[in-house]
């Protein structure tokens, strides 16, 4: 994509990895790289925030308890309104999920960081985890009965199978769109930003009228950066959201 | 034409058709609010608790038109 304008922009330099430690182990790379940091810097923050928010205390709550203990609600509302009280065993891993994406996404959008979330292998990782573990508590509280999910109740004999064969289907395709929701969200949503940053770099490289009109992208920049914040925190929320409703599934399978 | 330039040209054709789908995800959205607000203007008093539901569906159907943009981003930058 190189212009003779201006220098030439590649949107999806952003999203290589780059290792940071060398660490090899029986050949494999095992390498820190700049992901993997990000990743821990997420949980660090996450558990900071949570740490330093219930730490309690003070009678009236400071800025950053009230932050933690917003967090805290939201998603208890959220896994309670979905799963009902006794989904609420599964609220640490809801809670982990949406506090590790929702940072993931929103140090992401820092210029010169790294979006861990918009690399794919990190979100069907995660959305794998949702679904084994839905597979495994369903089978393991339900036995047999799990698979009534696949059945549903007052359907026609004879398009059952039919029915029977959608169903099944859906089920096995929902981590592929559980991740792929996020993924692409982040991922579509830096080019953007990146392609029009290029626009602003390459109209200022431009001749000296076209110059002004820099300012035009630049404007569509702060926007989409507006836009962007509210993705990051809606896809996180989304994420949590459809892990809850398919945690329902595996506690109350046919409840449907 | 060189073959090259063929395959360049059937990339950014390519692109452009991909764009299409976020065409259709704007209807759909559009659908979404237009009926979440025909239905709060005959009931404005449950609006506070739809409004999830609202927003839920706005980025699971704002998801898809991000899936062709994404092809389109793939087709552009990356093929």
């Known amino acids: 994509m ?15 990895l780059s290792p940071i430690v060398q660490i090899e182990i029986a050949h494999r790379d095992f390498s820190l790289t700049n992901s993997s940091l990000f990743m821990i810097l997420a ?6 925030l949570m740490a330093v928010g219930a730490r ?7 800025r950053l308890q009230a932050l933690a203990e917003m967090a805290y609600e939201f998603v208890a509302g959220m896994v309670r309104s979905a799963c009902g009280e006794s989904g609420m065993r599964f609220f640490p891993l809801v809670f982990s999920l949406f506090m590790f994406i929702l940072i993931c996404n929103l140090v992401g959008l820092i210029p010169y960081s790294f979006t861990v979330t918009s690399h794919i292998i990190v979100t069907a990782s995660l959305a794998l985890l949702v679904f084994f573990t839905v597979v495994v508590i369903g089978v393991k509280e339900h ?16 398009i059952l199978p039919l029915v029977v064969a959608i169903e ?20 579509a949503g830096h080019i953007t930003l990146n392609v029009f940053g290029g626009f602003v770099v390459m109209l200022l490289g431009a001749g000296v009228g076209v110059k002004a009109l820099a300012v035009l ?40 | ?21 976020t065409g259709a995800a704007g209807i759909g959205v559009g659908t979404l609010f237009g009926q979440f607000l025909n239905g709060a203007l005959r009931n404005p008093s449950a609006v506070d608790g739809q409004f ?12 898809l038109g991000i899936f062709a943009l994404l092809i389109a981003f793939l087709l552009l930058f990356a093929v």
Do not use: W
């Not at chain 1, 190189?2 to 999203?15: K, L």
């Not at chain 1, 036995?143 to 004879?158: A, T």
């Not at chain 1, 929320?237 to 945690?247: D, G, I, K, N, Q």
């Open chain 1, 2 to 16: 190189a212009s003779p304008a201006g220098p030439a922009i590649n949107p999806i330099e952003q999203f290589s």
């Open chain 1, 43 to 48: 949980v660090v923050l996450a558990c900071a």
């Open chain 1, 56 to 62: 309690g205390g003070a009678g009236v709550p400071g």
């Open chain 1, 143 to 158: 036995g047999l009965h799990f698979f009534k999910l696949f059945v549903p109740s007052g359907v026609p004999i004879y």
């Open chain 1, 168 to 187: 099944v289907i859906s089920f096995l395709t929902r981590p592929l769109s559980h991740s792929v929701r996020l993924f692409a969200n982040m991922l």
């Open chain 1, 217 to 256: 992208p630049f404007a569509m920049t702060i926007g989409l950066d507006a836009l962007e914040l509210l993705v990051a925190f809606l896809q996180a929320y989304v994420f949590a959201m459809l892990t809850c409703m398919y945690l329902n599934d595996a506690l109350h399978p046919g409840g449907h």
């Open chain 2, 1 to 21: 034409m060189e073959p090259h330039e063929l395959a360049l040209a059937a990339k950014y054709v390519g692109a452009g058709l991909a764009a299409i789908g």
């Open chain 2, 52 to 63: 999830g539901r609202l927003i839920f569906g706005f980025a699971v159907t704002e998801a």
